[in-house]
């Protein structure tokens, strides 16, 4: 038997690369992981998720004490903006959870092996000068930002994500290209800061993928908080003179031109898989039309001891999803049995309120067979109620015959916790019968889960 450097070679360190790496490493495998940042986490860490949420829970206190939220409570206060002190706020987060990950690959004796990774065949990967053997080797290099054709990023008035993330004032006028996650979440990050922020969506409605009737109340609640949205719209052209930018819509059906300015424009249309540098034509791995490298439920692509998990492969684009691959692909080198239910992913949308579902949208599950609804509004829902959080409802989507629980969508401040609840009832066969009769403690959030699914029933108590 060939003798390699090690058992297991990951590319890749985000969510879905570290965690297979510790994972290889904790079922005893000798594991390196090559990543070409400076730091370990990949994008979520990085530039995605925590970031993200750091700024978006400190815009959140801002806006709660700038929109009248506070004084509601009988706290008066007038907030003044330290951005240099948000912006290091959510520095810090970074910095200590990408040496978290450092930590950890120490602890579990992970070696990391800094630099670019390209194949020279299937158990060998070159990085810089060193020729890394592995006898299996898994690729979890992520994704990054889809360009719009004939925009170009200089991240100061046209910017993508990693930009929006760290800009050193607040923009008068923020349009966001795409009203996605990515929109969203930042666009709400801007606004609460004092931007005006229009959002220009391709489609006829915000946020697709998820549930129709959570699309169109959300819609309506960004409205009521200030965004303003062109849907049906493509932006064709952007002008940018390096203080503003001009942007040319059209109608998507087609129809007369029409333009706007801004001084700060964020491109947010989505991510596509990574694969730059790889060299995936030396191990004879293709990528398919979307540029993911295809896998079966095992994780393997068409290479023998080549795996792939993350980002870089169909399905949604999600840190969690990524790290549950990578768990289950460790498993899987290592002999075991690693398996992600890809039905039971739930989709999480930080802004406020959250956004969250999991499994089936409602109209997905009427194509599927015949369904029973149950809603309950966050309105009648006491604790929301009481913390001045009334935007929002739960949906409950049951199979009509079995009663099996297969779609639960929410808007409500603490969607996000909420749905993980969802999330495991699905996983065990819930029907919205279990769920209903589940003792929920009382005052919370989570009482309005209950409530919908006593509603599938039609008995919900407090509508
Ligand atoms: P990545 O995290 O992209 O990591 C891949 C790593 O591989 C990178 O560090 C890259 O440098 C490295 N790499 C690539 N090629 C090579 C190579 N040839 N050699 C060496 N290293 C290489 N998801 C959520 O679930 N929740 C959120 O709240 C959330 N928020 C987000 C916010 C933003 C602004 C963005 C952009 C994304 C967000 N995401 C969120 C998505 C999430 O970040 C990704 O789904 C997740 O990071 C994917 O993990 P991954 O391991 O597949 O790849
Ligand atoms: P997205 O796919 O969520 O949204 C892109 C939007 O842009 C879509 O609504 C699409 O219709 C629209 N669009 C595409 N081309 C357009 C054009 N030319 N003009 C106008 N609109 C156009 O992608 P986004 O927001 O960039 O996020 C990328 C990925 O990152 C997502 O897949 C998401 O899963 C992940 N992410 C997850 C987060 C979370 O879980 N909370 C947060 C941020 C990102």
Not at 30 to 50: F, K, P, Q, W, Y
Not at 97 to 118: S, Y
């Amino acid at each position: 038997m060939a003798d390699y450097d090690f058992d297991v070679l990951v590319i890749g360190s985000g969510p879905g690369g570290y965690v297979a790496a510790i994972r290889a490493a904790q079922l005893g495998l000798r594991t390196a992981c090559v990543e070409s940042r400076e730091t370990l986490g990949g994008t979520c860490l990085n530039v995605g998720c925590i970031p993200s949420k750091a700024l978006l829970h400190a815009s959140e206190y801002f806006d709660a004490a700038a929109n009248g939220t506070m004084a509601k409570m009988g706290i008066k206060v007038t907030p003044e903006l330290d951005l240099p002190q948000m912006h290091a706020q959510r520095l810090d987060a970074v910095k200590q959870l990408t040496g978290g990950i450092a930590f950890l690959f120490k602890k579990n004796k992970v070696e990391w092996i800094k630099g670019r990774g390209a194949f020279v065949d299937a158990h060998t990967v070159q990085v810089g000068e060193r020729a890394v053997t592995a006898k299996d080797i898994i690729i979890a290099t992520g994704s990054t930002v889809t360009p719009l054709p004939g925009v170009t990023i200089d991240q100061k008035v046209i910017v993508d994500s990693t930009g929006a993330l760290e800009l050193e004032r607040v923009p008068q006028h923020l349009v966001v290209i795409g009203g996605g996650v990515i929109g969203l979440e930042l666009g709400s990050v801007w606004r609460r800061l004092g931007a005006k922020v229009t959002c220009i969506e391709f489609l006829d409605q915000i946020l697709p993928g998820f549930d129709g009737e959570i699309r169109k109340e959300s819609n309506k609640i960004f409205r009521k908080q200030g965004f303003e949205f062109l849907l049906s719209t493509k932006v064709t052209h952007v002008a940018n003179d390096g203080q503003k930018a001009t942007l040319t819509l059209e109608p998507a059906a087609g129809g007369e031109a029409t333009t706007i300015e801004a001084d700060c424009v964020l491109v947010s249309i989505g991510r596509r898989a990574n694969t730059d540098g790889l060299a995936l034509d030396a191990v004879g791995l293709a990528t398919n039309t979307r540029g993911q490298v295809e896998i079966d439920h095992r994780f393997q692509t068409s290479v023998p001891g080549i795996w792939a998990i993350g980002d870089v492969v169909p399905g949604p684009m999600l840190a969690h999803k990524a790290e549950d691959e990578g768990i289950a692909v460790a498993e899987n080198i290592a002999g075991q049995t690693g398996i992600v239910n890809h039905d039971v992913i739930p989709s999480v949308v930080y802004t406020w309120p959250e956004i969250a579902g999991v499994g089936l949208t409602e109209e997905a599950a009427r194509e599927k067979g015949e369904i029973k609804v149950g809603k309950f509004p966050m309105l009648a829902n006491s604790r929301a109620k009481t913390n001045h959080e009334p935007d929002g409802f739960v949906k409950i989507i049951a199979d009509a015959k079995s009663d099996r629980v297969v779609g639960v969508w929410a808007i409500a401040s603490v969607a996000g916790t909420m749905i993980a609840e969802a999330g495991l009832a699905m996983e065990f066969g819930a029907t919205s019968e279990d769920i209903a009769y589940t003792c929920h403690a009382h005052p919370t959030h989570s009482e309005a889960i209950k409530e919908a699914a006593m509603a599938v029933r039609g008995k919900a108590i407090h509508v």
